[in-house]
């Protein structure tokens, strides 16, 4: 059985792209264009644009808050002293490692939790959704305390209920390793921002046309092949643009690790590190370097999707 | 393509037709918004009611103390000024940053701020501090304990108004004291206290935990050891010279390691900071705790409130911090806050009368009956409601006179930052290895060749 996809409708050529033949109303068109995104541009240039160049900027010299009369344009230093630095890569490794565990378990547990809510009865499917949803209201931070508390050695309760699994006892220090410490940390974040996923997914199954699904069910396929075959073809954008968003947020993982180890056993990652060299240190040229280099990895990810995947972000929003 | 007409409804909030269609309608309504916002940020900037100024006290969280204080200077003062409290965030780390960033930006809206005296060098030394005047400098160092001075001096100059001096002392249950044969009478040593527990089988708590208290901790050890972590002080970063790999750097780091490996730090010395042990301390495994004198309290109020045995605080004793050598007096840990009065203030005069008053002996004497926090007036000990209260306030005096600060510098974010780095977690420690990585790491740091 070969993949069903409805066929691609007709592309409209964008009105962005005019060829030499524009007419007047394609004229009026692009200016009314401008128009209506010219004030979102100028905000998003203004919030955006400007402070990236401000970092890019400020990451050339040696700068430090409360010293800056001896500011010093050092080129491209800083650069060099973050590269150089084995503390960068080891962050870089554990931002990475977050960022694939978290992503991947989420991606499988939103999909499930995506396939509730689409398949409830349409009487619970509010308060289904509301119930998912709750994890993903919940302020970053308070989150982090919560699943702090839950697994302290003095007011856990974590190490009491679960002193049948082997390896877990009432002297369980979880906060007191690198791996243990990783592992409430992804567990924070799974818990947090899988409802964000499935949200998203939710809207790719709902975009999955039952036409298909039942020439599926009336040629004799079965759950797993409508599945696989009909199902997550359909809603490939979906789940692209899904992984895309979570990818990105992932990587700049900050909160839950400020709140439970505050970057001990090795937990830091590549925004805590940029936050220790610019707000604990002052060192405005150090951190803005680090701001720089976190800003560049997140659009080489976001790069590598939307080239590599060929993610089309207009498809998730319903065009094309 | 696509229908012009449908491009606004369709895709876009901006066209939508909503309450206010008539452009004349919204312009005027955002501009009355526009109004209100500015008139409310101008009327916070410059709150003088009435003429009488206001001050602001920046404060560290307390038990309400510091807000009562600034109470009772405002009726004092007769119409002099007003002081109104804002209250920074609860670690000392993040109220630096929040001063310092808006003092970077010439705050004027700071007149006072509550100062751990670790940070203090560095806002002098980045003039963030208002010059004391002669005379006010003379009234507010009057019968104050020598580490509350030292810790508002830089520069061999008086920078900041000491105002409560805070110390850890050793905290033990007279009873398992009595079974170790210990005479805590005596000055104790950490291989003392440390033996004890093994054989009564209880913990001794002490500060492990990648923060301040690790700092405060390692201090303390190396000071009692007749060391310092900075030996050569210089407000040029490149020239501070480190005392880690010296004699008493190494004995600091081996007793730091006797302690955790001895298995009496508990499960969790890694994480352990001064709540955790007190919350050990008044366990059945409790022994031994070094702390600072808010563990008493504690556990009063909670006896009273029948979540503890009344027998517990009954059995707390309190002696001066363990020694490292038995024939050397122990360096204990130095803390508090001292008031500075902020460079950009528009009334530096009015904000100076406001410390001497916040300062006076009756205002410490009574933040320290009512939130804990010790004077650093040594008159203030002498008060009978105090005694009372805090019947270990004679040692309290006494260990602040030994207290050893840290190590005064305006780079002190960047040393306290390698130590809790290279010292953590604490059953690492290497003595022949660890005061040579953590040398190395804040050079480098210090000459920013290095991410911290």
Known sequence: MSTTTLPPTEKTQPVSAPDATTSDRAKSERKLGWLLAGPALAVMLLVTAYPIAQAVYDSLFDFRLTDPDNRSFTGLSNYGVILSDWLWWRSLLVTGFITLVTVAVELVLGFALAMVMAKALSTIRPVLRAAILIPYAVITVVSAFAWQFAFDIQTGFVNSWFGWVPGIGEDTDWFGGTWTSLLVICLAEIWKTTPFISLLLLAGLAQVPEVLQEAAKVDGASWWQRMRKVTLPNMKAAIMVALLFRTLDAFRVFDSIFIMTGGANATESVSFLAYRQTISRLEIGLGSAVSVLLFLAVVFIAMSFIKGFKVDLSQSRGEG | ?452
């Not at chain 2, 020598?146 to 508002?152: M, P, T």
Request: negative net charge; aromatic residues 8%.
């Open chain 2, 1 to 452: 393509m696509p229908d012009v007409s449908k491009v606004g409804s369709d895709r876009g909030q901006t066209g939508r037709a909503g309450p206010f269609h008539s452009r004349r309608v919204r312009r005027a309504l955002s501009g009355a918004a526009a109004a209100g916002l500015l008139s409310s940020v101008l009327a916070a900037c410059g709150s003088d009611e009435g003429g009488v100024p206001t001050l602001t006290w920046y404060t560290n969280p307390d038990s309400g103390g510091q807000a009562e204080i600034a109470a009772r200077c405002t009726d004092d003062a007769g119409g002099q000024y007003r002081i109104e409290t804002a209250v920074l965030p609860r670690e000392a780390g993040a109220q630096r940053e929040q001063l310092i960033r808006r003092l970077a930006a010439n705050d004027s809206s700071i007149d006072i701020m509550s100062l751990d005296p670790i940070f203090i060098p560095e806002f002098a030394e980045a003039e963030f501090l208002a010059p004391i005047p002669e005379d006010v400098a003379g009234r507010v160092t009057e019968d104050v304990v020598d580490s509350a001075i030292e810790g508002s001096t830089w520069d061999d100059e008086l920078v900041a108004v000491p105002f409560w001096a805070n110390t850890q002392l050793l905290w033990y249950r007279e009873s398992v004291a009595e079974a170790a044969g210990l005479d805590m009478s005596e000055p104790v040593t950490w291989d003392e206290i440390v033996e004890a527990a093994q054989a009564q089988n209880v913990q001794v708590g002490v500060q492990g935990i990648r923060a301040e208290a690790l700092t405060v901790w390692f201090n303390a050890l190396i000071e009692s050891a007749g060391g310092s972590i900075i030996e050569e002080n210089s407000t040029d970063p490149s020239e501070i010279e480190l005392g880690l790999t010296s004699e008493a750097g190494i004995r600091a780091a081996e007793v730091m390691r006797m302690i955790a490996t001895s298995g009496t730090a508990g499960p969790a010395l890694s994480t352990a900071n001064e709540d955790s042990t007190a919350t050990a301390f008044e366990s059945p495994e409790g022994g031994f705790n070094v702390n600072y004198p808010f563990i008493y309290p504690r556990a009063l109020a909670a006896a009273e409130a029948g979540t503890m045995d009344a027998s517990v605080p009954e059995d707390y004793g309190w002696a001066i911090y363990p020694r490292v050598d038995a024939d050397t007096p122990a360096a204990p840990p130095y803390g508090g806050i001292n008031l500075g009065v902020g460079a950009f203030s528009e009334h530096p005069d009015l904000a100076y009368a406001a410390t001497e008053c916040i300062t006076s002996t009756e205002n410490q004497a009574y933040y320290f009956v009512t939130n804990g926090n010790p004077a650093s007036d040594t008159t203030v000990y002498e008060d009978p409601e105090v005694l009372e209260q805090f019947p270990m306030a004679p040692t309290i005096r006494e260990s602040l006179e030994l207290a050893a600060p840290r190590p005064q510098t305006p780079y002190y974010s960047e040393v306290t930052g390698g130590i809790q780095r290279v010292y953590h977690p604490p059953s690492s420690v290497e003595p022949s290895e660890t005061p040579e990585a953590a040398t190395e790491l804040i050079n480098a740091v210090l000459r920013k060749e290095q991410l911290l």
